[in-house]
């Protein structure tokens, strides 16, 4: 059920609901806020003398019982930052969350004066917060059962700014839950068929142009590197195109390209066993680019939008592809296959072919492509690959407005020594070293017809841990990064 959402001109210290979360920075203060101290007895003023209180980032602190307005108070630190769209983001999704856990099933959210941005912030952070994947899990019997949050109020003045921002973020936090119920749905519901689905469903809401292909057509179009990922599953593959439509006619598109393993079990060259159940996540991609299509439909932005995704799953059989193969691209290139678990770019090479019948502005592809991207930036940044260095750095901001941090990666001409073939045009795994800079070494051999981005997901598309404003599992990651981007192209 999606979160209920409202803007209230309502005071501070007259709204009623069960619960009033105030984000606040490392200067707390109780002086704006002394009618509801005065409901609270002086505490919150105490609590912020008595350093009980700080403000720093993530922290909170929890009055209850209060005889009049809100319920229950809970205050959350914010910390000291530069980037007070993003601080407020955190601070709504932690207060969202927590509601959740109280089982309050209602939240006002107050900040102090919102502009647009903080509003649209606010207003994507609290649905991010709120959002559960919960469709497998029998509910709990009745008496243990807490109310799930539904509806949430965000204190701001009603006027067309903040009204805007509203909109914008629920079209955003819309963008980025879909973008994380798919990535959390195991694989065996989430299938290539599923994607394939949702892509219609986006299509039919926003009036977009849908077109799928399966093996058969994906063989008439010699697509033999994505082909043979797909040859050990008895799942058809599906390479799906949406074309948006929201610009003038004959402009170029921005194209979205998403990597979409609905589970990558390595293939022939098959992974350990460990951990393997994630590879689930190895369509975060896939989602990014149906989340950002969902936000950027309900928007309507005003811009031409192209988003495709390589659907398949990486099965090892009888009929799978094996190490020493070599297949026909649609580019016309020949590839060594050496490892089948390096499959994402097998898939990405014929997509990213694809795209040139789009005659793209620009291409970003984002994908769980590799652990080396792991090893080389943790979970804390995505690996944004490109030779146009304003354009790295156009990807890079997008993804800072988001809450997405990447850093750039060099893609020098010597790294392409390493995916040499002795028999072929080019080889799928360089081994070890710099491997996700060979990995994009290898995508960019099929995308010298127009400007492309390659942001290497694999470390900040899920986590394995709780990151406290987000729960484990996925983060939404690219979902924010394509949005950013597109918006910022608005002319
Ligand atoms: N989907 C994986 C990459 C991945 C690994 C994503 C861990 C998230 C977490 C990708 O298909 C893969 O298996 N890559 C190989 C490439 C290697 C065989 C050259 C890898 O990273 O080990
Ligand atoms: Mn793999
Ligand atoms: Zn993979």
């Not at 009036?207 to 799942?235: D, H, I, N, Y």
């Not at 070890?432 to 290497?456: C, N, Q, V």
């Not at 900040?460 to 841990?465: C, D, I, K, L, V």
Request: charged share 20%; proline share 5%; aromatic share 6%.
């Amino acid at each position: 059920m999606p979160l209920e959402l409202e803007l209230s001109s309502a005071s501070v210290a007259s709204v009623r609901t069960p619960l009033l979360a105030i984000a606040m920075d490392e200067k707390p203060g109780a002086a704006t806020l002394v009618d509801l101290d005065k409901a609270l007895g002086g505490a919150l003023q105490r609590a912020i003398e008595g350093r009980e209180f700080r403000g720093a980032r993530d922290e909170m602190l929890q009055f209850s019982g209060v005889p009049e307005g809100a319920r229950r108070v809970l205050l959350v630190g914010m910390g000291k930052t530069a980037d007070r769209p993003g601080a407020l983001r955190r601070a709504a999704a932690l207060a969202a969350r927590q509601a959740n856990k109280l089982g309050s099933g209602e939240i006002a959210f107050h900040a102090g004066i919102l502009d647009e941005k903080s509003v649209e912030a606010v207003t994507a952070g609290l649905i991010a917060g709120s959002w559960e994947y919960k469709d497998l899990k029998s509910p709990p019997p009745e008496e243990e059962r807490r109310a799930p949050l539904a509806r949430a109020t965000i204190l701001a003045d009603d006027n067309e700014a903040t009204r805007r921002g509203f909109a914008a973020g629920q079209a955003i936090g819309t963008g980025h839950s879909l973008a994380r119920s798919l990535a959390m749905m195991p694989g065996n519901l989430c299938t290539p068929e599923f994607l394939a689905t949702t892509a219609r469903e986006i299509a039919e809401r926003y009036g977009m142009k849908l077109t799928v292909l399966g093996r058969a057509e994906m063989t008439a179009e010699g697509m033999g590197s994505f082909l043979s990922v797909a040859q050990g599953t008895p799942q058809d593959p599906k390479l799906i195109a949406i074309e948006y439509a929201g610009g003038k006619a004959g402009e170029k598109p921005i194209t979205l390209v998403g990597k979409g393993l609905c589970f990558d079990s390595g293939g022939i060259s098959i992974k350990p066993a460990q951990s393997m159940e994630d590879m689930k996540f190895d369509m975060c991609g896939a989602a990014g680019v149906l989340g950002a299509l969902e936000a950027i439909g309900r928007m309507k932005l005003p811009i031409n939008v192209v988003g495709l995704i390589g659907a398949t799953t990486n099965m090892p059989s009888g009929t799978a592809a094996n190490p020493g193969d070599v297949v026909k691209s649609h580019l016309g290139k020949y590839i060594e296959i050496i490892n089948t678990d390096a499959e994402g770019r097998l898939v990405l090479a014929d997509v990213l072919s694809y795209a040139r019948k789009f005659d793209p502005a620009v291409v970003i592809d984002a994908a769980t492509l590799t652990g080396a991207c792991v090893i080389a930036l943790g979970h804390t940044a995505t690996g944004v690959f490109g030779t146009d260095e304003a354009l790295v750095g156009e990807v890079i901001a997008a993804g800072k407005r988001a809450g997405e941090p990447g850093w750039a990666m060099p893609l020098w001409d010597e790294y392409r020594e390493l995916i040499k073939s002795d028999v072929a045009d080019i080889k799928n795994s360089g081994g070890r070293p710099a491997g996700a800079i060979t990995a994009a070494m290898f995508l960019k051999e099929f995308t010298e017809a127009y400007p492309w981005i390659h942001l290497d997901i694999a470390g900040t598309a899920y986590s394995e841990t709780d990151l406290v404003a987000i729960p484990k599992g996925p983060t939404g990651t690219p979902t924010g990064t394509f949005i950013e981007f597109v918006r910022g192209r608005l002319t």
